[in-house]
């Protein structure tokens, strides 16, 4: 991922576009697309709580991998209370979202400005507070993703307070 403003082409569709130097690399009409898909995962989750990929794929017929995709991007995260998380990419920890672990974000930022610090995730409490190994799997396979409940992400709930008066969303 470039790390600063410049021209790039679309990997979607193509077009060129002016990149800020942030964020997810495409151009603004795939991003508005994005967005409009991205609110019927978000919508559907604040109505049935948690749900996995496929089945929130089943019910939005957005694709799996770009649900997977929202869940590195930390615009999903996946619950406390799920036996499989995902792992940061630099150390191998688990996370519930991004792509890398608070400690290894911070330390990529203090050399890159922050830049890293928006594809952060947390930990989940209860696994790394005790042995951290009680389980599974280390390799990706897609059965497994598939079972990768995910829930909205709870910084997201409260940005979105203003603009949102749907006050179900609260129900935890
Ligand atoms: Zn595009
Ligand atoms: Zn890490």
Redesign the pocket.
Known sequence: MPDRASVQACPRCGRMFQYPGFGPICCSSCKEFDNMEFEKVKKYLNEHGYATSLEIAEATGVTEKKILRYLTESRLEIPESSPIFIQ??????D?RSGK??????SRLSSELQGAYMSLAGEKPKFFSQNTGKMHVIKTRDSKREERITMSPRKKDKDKNKDKDKNKDIDKE
């Open positions: 940061c990419t630099v150390c191998g920890c996370i890398y672990c608070t400690e290894c974000a």
